[in-house]
């Protein structure tokens, strides 16, 4: 059964930190990703790795910022995000897919995953 938890998301104060987690199951996912969504505003891609997670790819939003790693023997994906910024707020999906798609063209476009979270929530306070 295909399943991805995400967990980790909080209320902290601009210049903080929170490390969100997705615990994935079903499948060994050759992609994986972390997008967000802001109220009012589309779904944006923040992250991807793939290649056994030697390669990685960030959004411009987040490059320096945020660090997404894995760990392959849990299954699980992270997202390490530093300096917190009010923008940041959004919910955070995690998402995978068990084919190389996210090789061909941008990581973090969204029909690049078929398997999706339900999200958690980071509320970044000014």
């Known amino acids: 059964q295909v399943q991805l938890v995400e967990s980790g998301g909080a209320s902290v104060q601009a210049g903080g930190s929170l490390r969100l987690s997705c615990a994935a199951s079903?499948?060994?996912?050759?992609?994986m990703a972390w997008f967000r969504q802001a109220a009012g505003k589309e779904r944006e891609g923040v992250a991807a790795i793939f290649t056994g997670g030697v390669n990685t790819y960030y959004s411009d939003s987040v490059r320096g910022r945020f660090t997404i790693s894995q760990d392959s023997a849990k299954n699980t994906v992270y997202l390490q995000m530093n300096n917190l910024k009010a923008e940041d707020t959004a919910m955070y999906f995690c998402?995978?897919?068990?084919?190389?798609?996210?090789?061909?063209?941008?990581?973090?476009?969204?029909?690049?995953?078929?398997?999706w979270g339900q999200g958690t929530q980071v509320t970044v306070s000014s």
């Open positions: 079903g499948y060994t996912y050759k992609c």
């Open positions: 998402a995978a897919d068990r084919g190389f798609r996210c090789l061909v063209g941008d990581p973090i476009k969204d029909d690049k995953y078929t398997y």
